[in-house]
Every structure is written in C-alpha cells, then in structure tokens.
C-alpha cells in the first residue's frame, strides 16, 4: 500500500520538479476533454449545432492561451505541459478539420488547404519528438503564432457556415482564411524542416562515431581476452 501510495504521489510530480496538478495543466486538460463534446455539437440540428461547436471551439481557444499566461506568470511552466499543449492544440485542429470536411463546410479545392494544415502539423510533431531527444527546442516564431490565430479565426468561421447572419459571409471568410493560412503554414513547416534537418545531419555523424568507438572497443577487448 505504502508502495502503491509513493507511485502516485510521484505519478502527480513533473519530472522538472513541480505538480502536473497546476492551472495551466488543468487547463490543457480541459482543452482535450472538450474535443469529444466538440465533435459531438456537429449533430445537433439546424443552427443549434454550429452555434454550440463554435462555442466550444473558442472556450478550447480561450483556454490555449490561458495555460500559456498563467505558466509564464505563475512560475509554472513544466515538461508535462510543454508535451501536453502542442498535443491538445493538434487535437483540437484535427478535430475541427474533419469534421468541417464531413459536414461539407470544407469542399472541392479547398480540402487540399485542410491537408497542407494537418501534414504541417504531423510534421512538426515528428520534429519536435526528435529533436527533444537530442535536448534542443526549436522556438515558436512570431509568424508561426499568426498562422495559429489566422488558422482558427478561420476555423471558427467556417463552424459558424450558414447559421451566421446574412450580412457576414462567414464560409467566404472562413474559405479564404484557411487558404492564407495553409499558404503561411507551407513556409513555416519548411523552416521547422530546415532547423530539424541541420540538428539531424549533426546527430548521424555523432552516433557513426559512437558506433565505430564502441565497435573498436569490443575488438580490443577481444584482443585481449586471446
């Protein structure tokens, strides 16, 4: 018992030092949890449905940039929450993308710009997994941050589709956005690829290096064992 009560003690403590169990986690937390309650809304009937995803969709929004706030301002930033962000953020946009191409407030020419968003997203994933192995972050550049805000600004307003008032075009607005920001995204990956690639191309010397040492080890030690 004592055992199992040390495991959770440690199993709420980041690795860095601090509590997973602060605000800004919690918030993250909640981001993901309100993925499932998103994707839900798209089957409520008539306007009731866009109104409701839309308005999950900005509280998920909301509390993106509440997690950030409070772990600069509260001194608690953790590697649980550098892990968890970027994950309930992708979440979030693949969630909204899928489901805009479902319900056909994403079509024809369109879908290639939802593609562009998500492989930058897969990519960018995959960088960043490797390169916290090799103990190097790459910061998120301003523009970077715009694409983000464009992104969802647009996102939004395809949620909102024909249930937003006559006056607004809200699919336009929400079509054109998501092609700006697919075409900001084609650039910012590239430089995520280009910072990726030269840390990359640093590490495959290095390991060749570490390999033939340990190989050369092995032979010596075999040398002298005869």
Same mark, same amino acid.
């Given at each position: ?12 403590? %980041?690795?860095?030092?601090?509590? &997973? ?11 993901? +949890?309100?993925?499932?309650?998103? *994707? ?10 866009? /109104? ?5 969709? *900005? &509280?998920?929004?909301? &509390? %993106? ?27 979030? *946009? ?14 024809? /020419?369109? @879908? ?8 930058? #997203? ?5 960088? !960043? #997994? ?5 103990? @190097?972050?790459?910061? *998120?550049?301003?523009?970077?941050? /715009? ?7 647009? =996102? $939004?307003?395809?949620?909102?589709? %024909? ?15 998501? /092609? =700006? ?7 910012? $990956?590239?430089?995520? +690829? !280009? ?27 075999? %040398?002298?064992?005869?």
């Amino acid at each position: 018992m004592m055992a199992r009560e040390a495991y959770a003690d440690k199993s709420m403590h %980041d690795p860095s030092g601090g509590s &997973t169990l602060t605000l800004p986690n919690l918030l993250t937390l909640a981001r993901i +949890f309100l993925v499932p309650a998103f *994707v839900a809304a798209f089957y409520l009937d008539g306007a009731l449905g866009h /109104w409701v995803a839309l308005a999950l969709f *900005v &509280t998920a929004g909301v &509390t %993106d940039v509440l997690d950030g706030y409070f772990a600069r301002s509260r001194g608690q930033q953790s590697e649980f929450g550098r892990a968890l962000d970027p994950i309930a953020d992708k979440l979030l *946009v693949a969630a909204a993308i899928l489901m805009l191409a479902a319900f056909d407030r994403i079509t024809g /020419w369109t @879908v290639l710009a939802a593609v562009v968003i998500l492989c930058r #997203e897969f990519l960018v994933s995959g960088l !960043r #997994e490797f390169l916290s192995k090799v103990q @190097v972050r790459v910061p *998120v550049t301003r523009l970077a941050k /715009w694409k983000t805000m464009l992104q969802m600004v647009a =996102i $939004g307003f395809l949620i909102a589709g %024909d249930a937003a008032p006559a006056a607004i075009p809200a699919a336009t607005i929400g079509t054109y956005g998501l /092609w =700006i920001a697919a075409l900001i995204t084609l650039y910012t $990956g590239y430089d995520y +690829f !280009r910072a990726g690639y030269r840390h990359m191309s640093r590490e495959a010397p290095s390991r060749t290096r570490g390999n033939a040492a340990a190989q050369a080890e092995r032979t010596s030690s075999a %040398d002298t064992a005869r």
